[in-house]
């Protein structure tokens, strides 16, 4: 029984992580384009409440916010950017 | 009389008001005037103040739009972007010879310089270059396979900066199947999955498996997402030399009777719906790959085409497999080494492909399999460090492209077995240490060359390396 509960919970909690929103789908959900601001700029504006607002960030969970600063710090402007032929 | 009084009182009166009537009529048309005045004095005073509010708006926003166009101008002309990634990093080696030999050397330091540039040019159009320079610590000796195309700036050699990318890329169709050209000289080094260990992310186009170093050609990418609903479809089609005929002087003239090693490649990238997922077959042939033995000692080439080579590889990787801060990757690669008879002299033995014998033809098959993953702690006080495992393995007559392989010991080569386990300690968001072990275990000789049938390690072969442990420490940053 205990087994099941401990199995139930995990499954539970990776299920969550697995179908939460992801930065990248937050942020075409809000139309930002992270490429648009380096990484210091992405970050000064999540310490912005007006500036979030602005954006639509406000009304996201603490968790979604937390996904999208963390696609838009690693896909700014002058973040490490992946090379491939064609990318 | 009282009539009279009091008709003339009336009268009086009446004269009286009129007359005040009158009074303060003049007085009320006097006021309305002066009223009008003030009003006609107030808008005039404030048109004036709007217009004044306005120039000096007009001003400022003409001296903001100057300081943008400064601004600007700057950023147009400043046509390159910079990052700089920087490498120092101290190996200890420690060398076993199949007659049982050891040898070491526990303290070999070394540089490593990368300049990265990019450069968007149009909408359509982006460059992308680096150029490098490695070299051990005081040491000033160009490596000796410097000339080695895939090679240059690969190891360590003196000061010299070499090219190791300069590419454009060029969208020629945008829509539903847009297709882009890569010209120059290619992202081909660094390739999946060495990011996790680089602690980067993806540099490459292709499998490090099969290919690692520096490479000149064309890519033409067409992408399929749109018209399969596939994440991050792709179909690439390649072609390249893997080495040109120097004619010196003359650019038309005899060849020295070698062909170019001409290279041809197909690649099939696409994402398994994962985010952070990676999945790619490829099937790659090289024509009239040479011997690149070095000349005699009375400086006559010993040059050759030795044959044909063709690479099969599939591999997939997940970046942060389901949030759960475990990266994985899996890569498997056959090779196929089509000698054509012909052997170069190197001292007193013939080198063909993969064949000691003047006249073999027969076909070698190898096949080398690479297996690996990451995992990253969350820990803030620690900067959330990681841990990696990987192992390969290669058969007997495994050969592949990875000459060019930015570890010195070339561990995806290795016709044998070969295990590394490493920690990445992030100092900050560009910088970290990695501290690692290598285990190197080679079954047969030769591991990383194309010439010289590889033979089973035994206590005959006192040049042949048996065994290889490497330890390291580096600092990198990259930013």
Redesign the interface.
């Given at each position: 029984m205990k087994s099941a509960l401990i199995t139930l919970c995990s499954l539970m909690v990776?299920s969550t992580?697995?179908f939460?929103a992801?930065g990248?789908d937050l942020a075409k959900t809000l139309k930002l384009d992270a490429s648009s601001k380096a990484?210091k700029q992405w970050e000064k504006v999540f310490e912005k409440p007006d500036k979030m607002a602005s954006m639509g960030i406000d009304k996201l969970s603490d968790g979604d916010q937390n996904a999208l600063k963390g696609y838009l710090t690693s896909h700014a402007a002058d973040s490490?950017?992946?090379?491939?032929?064609?990318? | 009389m009282k009539k009279t009084i009091i008709l003339s009182a009336l009268a009086a009166l009446v004269v009286s008001s009129h007359a005040a009537d009158t009074s303060v009529q003049a007085q009320i048309d006097e006021l309305k005037s002066k009223i009008e005045a003030l009003q006609k004095a107030q808008n005039e005073q404030m048109s004036k103040q709007a217009v004044q509010v306005s120039k000096t708006e007009t001003t400022r926003v003409d001296e903001l739009e100057d300081r943008i166009d400064k601004v600007e101008t700057a950023s147009m002309v400043n046509k390159i972007n910079w990052g700089v990634d920087f490498r120092t990093r101290v190996d200890s080696f420690k060398r076993t010879a199949a007659d049982g030999t050891q040898s070491s050397n526990n303290d070999v330091w070394s540089n490593r310089l990368r300049l990265n540039m990019s450069s968007v040019i149009t909408d359509d159009m982006k460059f992308?270059g680096r150029v490098v320079m490695y070299k051990n610590w005081a040491d000033s000796y160009a490596y000796p396979y410097s000339g080695m195309d895939p090679m240059q700036g690969r190891r360590p050699s003196d000061s010299s900066i070499f090219v190791d990318r300069a590419?454009v890329?060029w969208t020629v169709l945008k829509g539903q199947v847009p297709l882009?050209l890569?010209i120059g000289r290619?992202?081909s080094s660094d390739g999946p999955s060495h990011q996790f260990k680089d602690n980067?992310?993806?540099?490459?186009?292709y499998s490090a498996l099969s290919f690692d170093g520096g490479a000149d050609g064309v890519?033409a990418?067409v992408?399929l997402s749109k018209i399969t609903s596939i994440p991050d479809m792709?179909l690439?089609l390649?072609y390249g030399k893997g080495y040109q005929q120097n004619t010196g002087a003359s650019y038309v003239g005899a060849s020295g009777g070698i062909a170019d090693t001409k290279v041809v490649g197909a690649f099939l990238?696409a994402g398994l719906g994962i985010?952070g997922s990676l999945a790619q077959i490829s099937a790659v042939k090289a024509t009239n790959v040479v011997s690149n033995t070095p000349p005699t000692t009375l400086g006559v080439s010993t040059n050759a085409n030795i044959g044909d080579v063709s690479l099969y590889t599939a591999m997939v990787e997940f970046t942060n497999l389901?949030?759960?801060n475990l990266d994985l990757f899996a890569h498997y690669a056959m090779s196929v080494s089509s000698p054509n008879g012909v052997t170069s002299a190197y001292g007193p033995y013939n080198m063909g492909l993969l064949t000691n014998t003047i006249g073999d033809t027969a076909e070698k098959k190898g096949h080398a399999y690479w297996v690996g993953g990451r995992y990253t702690f969350e820990n803030t006080m620690l900067n959330n460090p990681r841990v990696g495992l990987e192992y390969n393995h290669g058969s007997q007559n495994w050969f592949s492209f990875t000459q060019g392989s930015n570890d010195v010991t070339n561990k995806l080569a290795t016709r044998g077995n070969a295990t590394e386990a490493y920690y990445i300690q992030p100092i900050n968001?560009y910088a970290y240490l990695r501290a690692g072990a290598q285990i190197i275990n080679y079954d047969y000789s030769g591991s990383g060359m194309q010439i010289g049938a590889p033979t089973v390690m035994a206590a005959g072969m006192p040049t042949e390396l048996n065994k290889l442990t490497n330890y390291y420490l580096l600092f990198n940053v990259?930013y």
């Open positions: 990776l992580s697995v939460a992801s990248k990484i490490d950017h992946p090379e491939a032929a064609g990318l | 992308t590419y890329d882009a890569t290619q992202p980067t992310v993806r540099k490459s186009t890519v990418t992408g792709a690439r390649g990238d985010a389901a949030n759960s968001r990259s």
